[in-house]
């Protein structure tokens, strides 16, 4: 199994790179994000690697860090996707974007990818929601109280955060950066204080209009 792969870049294109390791050029399927962020033609770059062996093809990819190889992995343990529509996903949306998306059961982000329509990107959310907190302590730089309402919030009623989650969407702004503001709200209020969809929502726009 090939894990890493060091080497000069010696020509990246669309979805594909060609590494030069000792003489030896390496063609690697990568990611738009890893595209963008793994220098210039000539440069020496370090990618972490997953071959994948076919029957009728030999298939090498590459990604600039871990937590995009693991997600990589991670959604390819969803029945019907495979490494292109794996790749087509981390190419639209960041390992950050991905797991907010999951939390937030944000489907229409996962629709941004080339191939994903509603039917994959509902699968996407159902089948990852248990398995993405684990994954996010460890490959990402999001705290717990991000995705999670804690402590004294997650008293409030549930319907409560719902609704108020649903009312802002449907003033045209993503649920997943909702999901986030309201959940901040939440774990932010005084114990003494009793919140409502009333004061949920303009807490929330004045936050998100920063």
Known sequence: MIATLSGKLKSKSNNQIVLDVNGVGYCLHVSKNTLDHIGKVDDLVILNTELQVRDDSILLYGFKHQSELNMFKL???????????????????????????????????????????????????SELQEKIDQFSFINSNIKSKDLNITSYGAELNKNVIDDAISAIVNLGYSKSDVFLV?????????????????????????????
């Open 182 to 210: 309201v959940n901040s709200i939440c774990n932010e209020i005084d114990y003494e204080k009793k919140l409502s969809i009333e004061k949920i929502i303009p807490l929330a726009l004045k936050k998100l209009s920063k």
């Open 75 to 125: 959604l390819q343990s969803i029945q019907g996707i495979g490494p292109r529509a794996a790749l087509a996903v981390l190419s639209a949306l960041t390992v950050e974007q991905i797991i907010i998306s999951i939390k937030s059961s944000d489907k229409s982000t996962f629709q941004k990818a080339d191939g994903i329509g509603q039917r994959v990107a509902t699968r996407i959310v």
